[in-house]
Protein backbone atom coordinates (compact mmCIF):
# COMPACT_ATOMS: atom_id res chain seq x y z
CA UNK A 1 0.00 0.00 0.00
CA UNK A 2 2.87 2.33 -0.14
CA UNK A 3 2.31 3.71 -3.12
CA UNK A 4 -1.00 5.52 -1.74
CA UNK A 5 0.44 6.23 2.06
CA UNK A 6 0.48 10.25 1.00
CA UNK A 7 -1.47 12.50 0.30
CA UNK A 8 -2.87 13.39 -2.87
CA UNK A 9 -4.42 16.97 -4.01
CA UNK A 10 -6.19 18.84 -7.07
CA UNK A 11 -2.92 19.79 -8.70
CA UNK A 12 -2.01 16.13 -8.40
CA UNK A 13 -4.84 14.54 -10.46
CA UNK A 14 -4.81 17.94 -13.02
CA UNK A 15 -2.04 16.64 -15.22
CA UNK A 16 -3.64 13.30 -15.63
CA UNK A 17 -6.72 14.35 -16.59
CA UNK A 18 -5.21 17.05 -19.33
CA UNK A 19 -3.31 14.31 -20.39
CA UNK A 20 -6.56 11.72 -20.82
CA UNK A 21 -8.47 14.71 -22.47
CA UNK A 22 -10.59 14.86 -19.29
CA UNK A 23 -12.73 18.15 -18.55
CA UNK A 24 -13.53 17.44 -14.75
CA UNK A 25 -14.07 15.57 -12.18
CA UNK A 26 -16.35 14.61 -9.60
CA UNK A 27 -14.31 14.27 -6.11
CA UNK A 28 -15.51 11.29 -3.84
CA UNK A 29 -15.10 10.73 -0.26
CA UNK A 30 -12.70 8.82 1.51
CA UNK A 31 -13.36 9.38 4.93
CA UNK A 32 -16.23 9.00 7.00
CA UNK A 33 -16.29 13.05 8.71
CA UNK A 34 -18.13 15.83 7.98
CA UNK A 35 -14.70 17.54 7.88
CA UNK A 36 -13.65 15.52 4.81
CA UNK A 37 -17.20 16.88 3.12
CA UNK A 38 -16.34 20.28 3.85
CA UNK A 39 -12.64 19.93 2.96
CA UNK A 40 -14.10 18.86 -0.93
CA UNK A 41 -16.38 21.25 -1.07
CA UNK A 42 -13.59 23.97 0.14
CA UNK A 43 -11.31 22.86 -2.80
CA UNK A 44 -14.19 23.55 -5.76
CA UNK A 45 -13.68 27.35 -4.76
CA UNK A 46 -9.93 27.44 -6.17
CA UNK A 47 -9.53 24.45 -8.70
CA UNK A 48 -12.86 24.72 -11.26
CA UNK A 49 -12.19 21.20 -12.78
CA UNK A 50 -14.04 19.70 -10.17
CA UNK A 51 -17.40 19.90 -11.04
CA UNK A 52 -18.82 18.10 -8.14
CA UNK A 53 -18.29 16.49 -4.47
CA UNK A 54 -19.72 13.56 -3.26
CA UNK A 55 -19.34 14.32 0.76
CA UNK A 56 -20.04 11.74 3.72
CA UNK A 57 -23.29 12.23 6.23
CA UNK A 58 -24.10 10.43 9.22
CA UNK A 59 -27.46 9.16 7.38
CA UNK A 60 -28.15 7.53 11.13
CA UNK A 61 -28.85 10.60 13.02
CA UNK A 62 -32.66 11.23 14.24
CA UNK A 63 -34.25 13.36 11.49
CA UNK A 64 -34.85 16.37 12.78
CA UNK A 65 -30.88 16.98 12.99
CA UNK A 66 -30.21 15.52 9.83
CA UNK A 67 -32.69 17.38 8.23
CA UNK A 68 -30.83 20.27 9.53
CA UNK A 69 -28.00 19.17 8.56
CA UNK A 70 -29.01 18.57 4.92
CA UNK A 71 -30.88 21.92 4.49
CA UNK A 72 -27.70 23.76 5.91
CA UNK A 73 -25.30 21.71 2.86
CA UNK A 74 -27.92 22.13 -0.21
CA UNK A 75 -26.66 26.15 0.28
CA UNK A 76 -23.44 24.57 -1.43
CA UNK A 77 -23.98 23.73 -4.84
CA UNK A 78 -21.16 22.17 -5.50
CA UNK A 79 -22.26 18.89 -3.22
CA UNK A 80 -23.88 16.58 -5.27
CA UNK A 81 -24.77 13.67 -2.94
CA UNK A 82 -23.16 11.46 -0.09
CA UNK A 83 -21.27 7.82 0.35
CA UNK A 84 -21.13 6.24 3.04
CA UNK A 85 -18.32 3.00 2.73
CA UNK A 86 -20.84 0.20 3.77
CA UNK A 87 -18.01 -2.61 1.88
CA UNK A 88 -16.49 -2.06 5.16
CA UNK A 89 -19.89 -3.18 7.47
CA UNK A 90 -19.68 -6.26 9.13
CA UNK A 91 -23.64 -6.52 9.31
CA UNK A 92 -24.72 -7.17 5.42
CA UNK A 93 -28.14 -5.75 6.05
CA UNK A 94 -26.39 -2.70 7.06
CA UNK A 95 -28.06 -0.88 4.22
CA UNK A 96 -31.74 -1.97 5.66
CA UNK A 97 -31.75 -0.72 8.58
CA UNK A 98 -34.96 1.38 10.00
CA UNK A 99 -32.02 4.66 11.20
CA UNK A 100 -30.34 4.58 7.52
CA UNK A 101 -33.02 3.66 5.56
CA UNK A 102 -34.94 6.99 7.02
CA UNK A 103 -31.76 9.07 6.08
CA UNK A 104 -32.09 7.76 2.32
CA UNK A 105 -35.62 9.13 2.31
CA UNK A 106 -34.36 12.56 2.95
CA UNK A 107 -31.90 12.71 0.14
CA UNK A 108 -34.31 13.41 -2.74
CA UNK A 109 -36.10 15.60 -0.97
CA UNK A 110 -32.70 18.00 -1.29
CA UNK A 111 -32.10 16.55 -4.61
CA UNK A 112 -29.06 14.84 -3.50
CA UNK A 113 -27.91 11.44 -4.97
CA UNK A 114 -26.38 8.40 -3.11
CA UNK A 115 -23.47 6.35 -3.91
CA UNK A 116 -23.58 2.85 -3.57
CA UNK A 117 -19.64 1.10 -1.94
CA UNK A 118 -20.38 -2.72 -1.56
CA UNK A 119 -18.99 -5.85 -2.39
CA UNK A 120 -21.19 -8.42 -4.45
CA UNK A 121 -22.84 -10.39 -0.75
CA UNK A 122 -24.61 -7.14 0.18
CA UNK A 123 -25.72 -6.60 -3.74
CA UNK A 124 -29.40 -8.19 -2.20
CA UNK A 125 -29.40 -5.04 0.09
CA UNK A 126 -29.18 -2.78 -2.78
CA UNK A 127 -31.22 -4.24 -4.60
CA UNK A 128 -34.22 -3.36 -1.64
CA UNK A 129 -32.86 -0.67 -0.97
CA UNK A 130 -33.37 0.95 -4.71
CA UNK A 131 -36.33 -1.09 -4.68
CA UNK A 132 -37.56 0.95 -1.61
CA UNK A 133 -36.90 4.10 -2.79
CA UNK A 134 -37.88 4.23 -6.57
CA UNK A 135 -37.03 8.06 -6.54
CA UNK A 136 -33.71 8.18 -5.27
CA UNK A 137 -31.09 8.36 -7.83
CA UNK A 138 -28.49 5.85 -7.27
CA UNK A 139 -24.94 5.24 -8.87
CA UNK A 140 -23.66 1.35 -7.80
CA UNK A 141 -19.46 2.10 -7.38
CA UNK A 142 -16.68 -0.15 -8.74
CA UNK A 143 -19.23 -2.67 -10.16
CA UNK A 144 -20.05 -3.82 -6.68
CA UNK A 145 -16.28 -4.83 -6.88
CA UNK A 146 -16.68 -8.79 -8.94
CA UNK A 147 -13.93 -10.79 -7.46
CA UNK A 148 -11.74 -10.30 -11.13
CA UNK A 149 -8.86 -12.09 -9.12
CA UNK A 150 -10.07 -15.86 -8.67
CA UNK A 151 -12.71 -14.96 -11.96
CA UNK A 152 -16.14 -15.75 -9.94
CA UNK A 153 -18.89 -14.15 -11.94
CA UNK A 154 -22.00 -15.78 -11.53
CA UNK A 155 -23.33 -14.72 -8.06
CA UNK A 156 -22.25 -11.00 -9.15
CA UNK A 157 -24.08 -11.41 -12.45
CA UNK A 158 -27.10 -12.29 -10.92
CA UNK A 159 -26.97 -9.73 -8.42
CA UNK A 160 -26.30 -6.51 -10.87
CA UNK A 161 -28.78 -7.73 -13.54
CA UNK A 162 -31.60 -7.59 -11.11
CA UNK A 163 -30.16 -4.52 -9.61
CA UNK A 164 -29.69 -2.93 -13.04
CA UNK A 165 -33.97 -3.61 -13.64
CA UNK A 166 -34.23 -0.14 -11.41
CA UNK A 167 -33.90 2.51 -13.36
CA UNK A 168 -32.90 4.69 -11.00
CA UNK A 169 -29.83 3.07 -10.41
CA UNK A 170 -27.01 3.93 -12.72
CA UNK A 171 -23.24 2.05 -12.69
CA UNK A 172 -19.79 3.56 -12.86
CA UNK A 173 -16.78 1.21 -14.45
CA UNK A 174 -14.44 2.23 -12.07
CA UNK A 175 -12.07 0.29 -9.48
CA UNK A 176 -11.70 -2.64 -11.72
CA UNK A 177 -8.11 -3.02 -12.06
CA UNK A 178 -7.78 -3.57 -8.13
CA UNK A 179 -10.23 -6.30 -7.59
CA UNK A 180 -7.47 -8.31 -10.25
CA UNK A 181 -4.13 -9.53 -9.29
CA UNK A 182 -2.52 -6.04 -8.79
CA UNK A 183 0.54 -7.03 -10.68
CA UNK A 184 -0.28 -9.14 -13.61
CA UNK A 185 -4.06 -8.65 -14.70
CA UNK A 186 -4.69 -8.45 -18.20
CA UNK A 187 -7.36 -6.35 -20.12
CA UNK A 188 -9.01 -10.16 -21.33
CA UNK A 189 -9.90 -11.01 -18.06
CA UNK A 190 -12.08 -7.48 -17.44
CA UNK A 191 -13.98 -8.04 -20.49
CA UNK A 192 -16.58 -10.76 -19.07
CA UNK A 193 -17.52 -8.27 -16.25
CA UNK A 194 -17.46 -5.30 -18.50
CA UNK A 195 -20.03 -7.54 -20.83
CA UNK A 196 -22.30 -7.83 -17.85
CA UNK A 197 -22.37 -3.91 -17.10
CA UNK A 198 -23.31 -3.17 -20.23
CA UNK A 199 -25.57 -5.76 -20.94
CA UNK A 200 -27.23 -4.63 -18.10
CA UNK A 201 -27.03 -0.93 -17.86
CA UNK A 202 -27.04 0.38 -21.23
CA UNK A 203 -25.02 2.79 -22.16
CA UNK A 204 -27.12 6.01 -20.45
CA UNK A 205 -26.43 4.53 -17.35
CA UNK A 206 -23.00 4.09 -17.19
CA UNK A 207 -20.04 5.93 -16.37
CA UNK A 208 -16.49 6.38 -16.20
CA UNK A 209 -14.76 6.34 -12.83
CA UNK A 210 -11.10 6.79 -12.16
CA UNK A 211 -10.69 5.39 -8.63
CA UNK A 212 -7.43 7.72 -8.53
CA UNK A 213 -5.28 7.39 -6.74
CA UNK A 214 -6.55 4.00 -5.26
CA UNK A 215 -5.69 2.46 -8.55
CA UNK A 216 -2.40 3.50 -8.32
CA UNK A 217 -1.78 0.12 -6.42
CA UNK A 218 -2.50 -1.85 -9.55
CA UNK A 219 -2.62 0.55 -12.27
CA UNK A 220 -2.12 4.23 -13.65
CA UNK A 221 -4.78 6.85 -14.53
CA UNK A 222 -3.85 6.44 -18.31
CA UNK A 223 -4.10 2.30 -18.19
CA UNK A 224 -7.23 2.41 -16.72
CA UNK A 225 -8.84 4.97 -18.87
CA UNK A 226 -7.18 2.77 -21.59
CA UNK A 227 -9.02 -0.30 -20.69
CA UNK A 228 -12.29 1.55 -20.92
CA UNK A 229 -11.78 3.30 -23.93
CA UNK A 230 -10.66 -0.35 -25.58
CA UNK A 231 -13.57 -2.03 -24.35
CA UNK A 232 -16.38 0.88 -26.07
CA UNK A 233 -14.11 1.22 -28.84
CA UNK A 234 -16.59 -0.40 -30.42
CA UNK A 235 -19.59 1.92 -29.77
CA UNK A 236 -20.92 5.49 -31.29
CA UNK A 237 -18.93 8.14 -30.80
CA UNK A 238 -22.33 9.20 -29.08
CA UNK A 239 -22.33 6.24 -26.85
CA UNK A 240 -18.69 7.17 -26.02
CA UNK A 241 -19.23 10.57 -24.99
CA UNK A 242 -22.50 9.35 -23.17
CA UNK A 243 -20.34 7.44 -20.78
CA UNK A 244 -16.76 9.42 -20.84
CA UNK A 245 -18.59 11.91 -19.71
CA UNK A 246 -22.41 13.05 -20.30
CA UNK A 247 -24.44 10.77 -18.15
CA UNK A 248 -21.71 12.08 -15.24
CA UNK A 249 -23.32 15.09 -15.77
CA UNK A 250 -26.57 14.44 -16.26
CA UNK A 251 -26.78 12.35 -13.07
CA UNK A 252 -24.82 14.38 -10.74
CA UNK A 253 -26.37 17.69 -12.68
CA UNK A 254 -23.16 19.06 -13.36
CA UNK A 255 -22.64 22.43 -15.00
CA UNK A 256 -19.62 22.37 -17.15
Known sequence: MKVIKKDFLPDDLLEH????????????????????TEFLIALTSNHSFIKGVVGWIDLQLPSVNLEERLENLSQFNQLKGFRHIVQDEPDDAFMLQKSFNEGIGLLAKHNFTYDILIYPRQLSSAIELASTFPRQSFVLDHMAKPSIRTGEIDMWKKGVEELSKHEN???????????????????????????VIFESF??????????????????????????????????????????????????YRLKI
Request: charged letters at 20%.
Open 17 to 36: LQENQIDGCVAVQADQSDKE
Open 169 to 195: VYCKVSGIVTEADWNNWKYDQFVPYLD
Open 202 to 251: GTKRIMFGSDWPVCLLSASYQKVGGIIHEYINRLSVTEQSEIMGQNAINF
